[in-house]
């Protein structure tokens, strides 16, 4: 059953399992470096809305960054091949993840940048069309979205009627800033604002954060940084939670805005720092985060235990899933690995819950539930009301799994 400890450890940070564009980023080759970056990048950006990209897509990309053809031709042979394979199932979001990823690189490529309104307009139409019917139209109507590191709240959209002006507001004040004599904190907790504001505006229906994420790329590179590296790959999905952080309120349980999440993950990717960057830290409840102990020393220790716990999960947690649940898709894998993270063995949860978690309706969320109860991955907690579960302990602590397949 589910203990509530208060040291409790769980959970990992998502990651590519074997990122075939490692080996080009090692190249000395600079541009197999650059194409690899702006691959891994535009794919790792698809986990913001929890979308994986197909292994004919990395076999495209790989062969544009080997240079035997380009990125419009990749674009051709991707469009293509779902002309030939039209996807069976409504909810399955592979194809978009594919096609946006094809048109982040190709942006990503392109010199030709202007710092307005416009070109931001213009990055959302050139990833989404086809993909979304309002592709480079500004919304007209208010949105709200329950986000998981708000448990279920939302974060203040801007106001439909307003969505234009308050983009050239925000762009007015960023042109006319001056960083000269900023010292490198300084800049970064700027930018962290500028770029927290762009994104809080949320003037698309969907496709928001990519979007943002590529034109706040771009706009780096005219500052001077080199802003395409494995950090969003690696982190998209801290990336969009340190935004909501940074725009939402609520004085009654004593959270405010805070762009200090946004920040480590800007320190990484601009200076090469390497902050810790974990999602559960960011969880309004708190319930997730080891308590503070009386010296360096025990923080430190507990930090090495968690890594340690991190790095057991990480290599244990596929095995036994995959052995216990024969046949199980990528796509649910992810979403297990989500749920996973967030909860762990130790913390009860719900479907509400994953439907928070993963963006599953309530019928496939049920799904999962019977499957894993199925698989006994996990089991019902009593005595907390109906429809609460926890993972079994035997799930990443048994060595029966290991070497299994």
């Known amino acids: 059953m589910c203990a509530k400890n208060a040291y409790t450890v769980v959970g990992w940070e998502m990651e590519m399992n074997q990122d075939p564009f490692k080996e080009y980023i090692r190249e000395s080759e600079p541009n197999k470096r650059e194409k690899g970056y702006a691959w891994q990048t535009a794919i790792g950006l698809q986990a913001v809305d929890g979308l994986k990209t197909s292994k004919y897509l990395i076999d495209t990309a790989i062969r544009n ?3 035997d053809i380009s990125i419009d031709e990749a674009n051709s042979l991707l469009n293509s091949y779902y002309e030939e394979n039209p996807k069976q199932d409504p909810g399955d979001r592979t194809e978009e993840a594919d096609k946006v990823s094809v048109r982040i690189v190709k942006v990503l490529s392109e010199t030709g940048f202007s710092f307005t309104p416009n070109e931001y307009i213009s990055i959302h139409k050139k990833l989404f069309t086809g993909i979304y019917r309002h592709a480079g139209k500004i919304r007209d109507y208010n949105i ?26 925000d762009f007015s004040e960023e042109r006319t800033f001056s960083y000269k004599g900023l010292s490198i904190n300084e800049i970064i907790h700027h930018l962290a604002v500028f770029v927290s504001r762009l994104w809080q ?12 994420a590529v034109f706040f790329i771009k706009y780096l590179r005219t500052l ?38 946004l920040e480590l993950f800007l320190r990484n990717m601009l200076i090469n720092e390497e902050n810790e960057l974990h999602n559960r830290v960011m969880h309004i409840s708190g319930k997730f985060v080891f308590p503070p102990k009386a010296n360096d020393e025990s923080i430190k220790a507990d930090i090495e235990m968690q890594k ?20 199980l898709s990528d796509k649910t894998m992810d979403h297990i690995l989500r749920i996973y993270e967030a909860h762990g063995t130790e913390d009860m949860f719900g479907r509400k819950d994953i439907m928070l978690l993963t963006g599953l309706k309530a019928t496939r969320a049920s799904e999962v539930i019977k499957l894993l109860i199925s698989a006994e991955v996990i089991e019902t907690v009593k005595g907390h009301g109906k429809g609460k579960y926890c993972f079994i302990k035997k799930l990443s602590e048994k060595p029966d799994y290991e070497g299994s397949v």
């Not at 505006?201 to 990519?210: D, L, Q």
């Not at 716990?309 to 046949?327: Q, V, W």
């Open 65 to 67: 960054i080997e240079g």
């Open 144 to 169: 709200t979205k329950k986000e998981w590191v708000l448990d279920g709240e939302t974060v203040l959209y801007g106001n439909a009627s307003e969505l234009r002006d308050t983009l050239e507001y």
């Open 201 to 212: 505006i949320h003037i698309f229906e969907e496709g928001n954060t990519r979007t943002t």
């Open 224 to 261: 001077g940084f080199d802003a395409t590296n494995d950090i969003f790959a690696e982190n998209a999905w801290y990336f969009r939670n340190a935004l909501v952080r940074a725009n939402y309120n609520n004085f009654k349980i004593g959270i405010h805005e805070t762009t200090e999440y």
């Open 308 to 327: 340690a716990n991190d790095e057991s999960i990480k290599a244990n947690i596929r095995k036994p899933l995959e052995k216990m649940i024969p046949g």
